[in-house]
Each structure stands twice: as C-alpha cells, then as structure tokens.
C-alpha cells in the first residue's frame, strides 16, 4: 500500500504563486511515476503534471510555462510550483502514483485563486 499526503494549497490572487507537496509513505521502493490531477468547478478531474524517477515531466497544456512538477527521491515527495496563477486554476488538486496496476490518490488539497 501506499499513503500520499498533499499540502501547500491554499487562496492567492491572480497572478500569484503557491507550492503543493505531496509525501509518499508505504510500499514506496514501488513507486516510479508520480504526479498531480486537478478537479474544477463544472469538470471532470484533468492531468496536471506528471514525473517519473528519471526525471521526465510531461504537463497538460493549459499549465504548460507556468507550472513545474519537481521530486526530492530522498523525502519522497513530489512537488508542483505553480506561478502566474489564474482564476482558472481553481480546483482540488490530487496527488497520484500508479503502483502495480493500481492508481494511488491522496486526499486532495484546495487551491482557490480570486480574480
């Protein structure tokens, strides 16, 4: 089993910046991929970002530019910087990990951003 605990959400203007984390415990020598989903008023839970332990990133378009997902393998975190933040941005943000066929998901954390 893996346990995935998000922080850093928060309310920010327009414009502005905030850091989610996520802190991966458990069965964590399995986990490979890591990264964030988000769910928005009125839609369905999008792709954010994503990095597996070489490195790679890969990010939906809409974040592309402004946000970055970053990994401490270390603390066994995974961590999304996010700046020039938009109204848009508004959402829970989940973080997730494929682990033996199944997705793993933490509890979410809040992002408001006010206009």
Known sequence: QVQLVES???LVQDGGSLRLSCAASGSIF?????????QTPGKQREFVAHIISGGSTNY???V?????ISRD?????????????????TGVYYCYTPVSGR?????????????
Do not use: C
Request: hydrophobic content about 30%.
């Open 73 to 89: 393998n270390v603390r066994n975190t995974v961590y999304l910087q996010m700046n020039s933040l938009k109204p848009e941005d």
């Open 30 to 38: 399995s986990i490979n991929a890591m990264g964030w989903y988000r």
């Open 64 to 68: 592309k530019g402004r946000f970055t």
């Open 60 to 62: 939906a378009d809409s």
């Open 8 to 10: 850093g959400g928060g």
């Open 103 to 115: 997705i793993h998901w933490g509890q979410g954390t809040q992002v408001t951003v006010s206009s």
